[in-house]
């Protein structure tokens, strides 16, 4: 058989996205499964019309930045919402998900050997998207704090990332935290990649965008998500700010990879962009309000958890189970028919702890969930 890359024969499969595919798997059996695995929240949205959308010009392709008129509505509800400016000619690119932009984004960046750097619990994609553009990921483990990020910086440095609010934790940096990075990346010559796909996930306090601390972008590129901020994460719908000059970058790795994203669902969006907020913003309020009832229910069962305020996810601690993270969560997959996602995923520091996700399962399910957990954690102790 002819040779396939080492690169991506050493690269490991998303872990919530193999550990959902075993859900599946169970469920095309007939047996029941509580999803606390799931990267979204399930929102409640009707179809809006379609018959007002430029037919026939949403079957074809589209602008390769995004359809100008979703760009226009992103600019404006970023500035509205988090006061940060957007050239929308030049500073935002709509593509296939956040997903893609940020993984265009490190190829338009990185050289082979460059260095990034996350802070663990790091999103599961981050260390394969950077070891997949050649680069090295550098994990900062999850007890340091990010003040103590200059340790890791080297003269291969390039990047720093964030995810603010942070998925599987909840926590949500300030813009004392913020503007501490700034300094770091104009002292240091870096980038800021801030991923920032559950902005809107934060209700009792303002969310801070990287991109109002840093309003010229000359070190800030912000990534957000259609997906997930208005429930359609089936429709792959994400995109990047940052200075023209390296959105332009970005622009051409889109054109040779992606092209476009789905010019109807482009569209759709644009044209009831206000509509699908009036019927998200609700639901997310009660997701996070369900998050903070969780958090008070796992006090009062001994589940601990790293602690955080926005998102639908929780990063619970397994100690003191002998169990790793993966071992965990497959018995407990297979046995408890619950399914939550290794810590190990999100980095080498986090192999005692597993992600829950709260926003797809009833309150009910959430708290049996729970307590399957605390009893295999007493179990395997």
Known sequence: MPQISTV???TSEAMSIKYNTMVYELRRRGQDVIVMSLGEAYFDIPLLPM?????PEVNHYSHSRGVRELRVKLAEYFSSEYGVSIDVDREILVTAGSKAAIHMTLMSILDPGDEVI????????????IRLCYGVPVGVPYDKSLYDCEAYVTPRTRAIII????NPRGEVFDEAALRYL????????????SDEAYSDFLVDQEFVSFGRVDPAKTHAVVFNSISKNY????????YVIGHASLIDQVLKVNQHLITCPATILSWYVARHFDEILDITKPQIRNVVCKRKQLAAYMDTIGLSYLPGAATFYFFVSIAPSRLTSDEFCTRLLLEDHV??????????????????SVGTATMEDNQYGLRKIKELIDKTS
Not at 51 to 55: A, E, R, S, W
Not at 182 to 193: E, G, K, Q, S, Y
């Open 8 to 10: 991506v024969h050493d």
């Open 51 to 55: 018959d007002d959308l430029p037919y």
């Open 118 to 129: 996350c802070f663990e619990p790091a999103w599961v994609s981050y260390e394969q998207q």
């Open 163 to 166: 995810n603010n609010p942070n």
């Open 182 to 193: 700034l300094d770091v990346a104009r002292r240091r010559n870096l980038w800021i990649l």
């Open 231 to 238: 429930g359609v994460s089936g429709w792959r719908l994400g």
């Open 339 to 356: 399914s939550v996602v290794p810590g190990i995923g999100y980095g080498a520091s986090c192999d005692r702890f597993v992600r829950v």
